[in-house]
């Protein structure tokens, strides 16, 4: 019973120290419709959001596929801190993956330009 007792607070705090999941669909959607009015070459977005911390893009458009590297860089710059805007409430951000597909209209991407955003640290920045 003692035990039990004890358990009563460490149950009660732990509750209420949870942060509440969000539900990330509308945020999804979203950023979707920003991203085609954005880059209104892209013919393709899918945005993902995994595990609450991570979140996925993927722009599906041969021209920013050929891109310099530079330009591919500056849009992932770019999207960063939108990324946060968006996502924050209710996510736990870290990373973030922007996919540069040179297929535009299928689900299945042969060839892809991979780019990794630390939004963790991208969000202590923020801050300052």
Known sequence: MKKLLLLIPVITLSTLSCKEAADN?????????????RYPSV?????????????????????????????????????????IEVFDKGNWLDKGRIVFVKEETTLQATDSIVYTINLDSLKKTMKK
Do not use: H
């Open 25 to 37: 669909t509308l945020n999804m959607k979203q950023m979707e419709e920003e991203l085609y009015k």
């Open 43 to 83: 013919n393709r977005v899918s945005v993902e959001v995994v595990e609450n911390s991570n979140v996925n893009i993927t722009l599906g458009d041969k021209t920013l596929f050929a891109a310099p590297d530079e330009k591919k860089r500056q849009i992932v710059n770019d999207l960063g801190p939108r990324i």
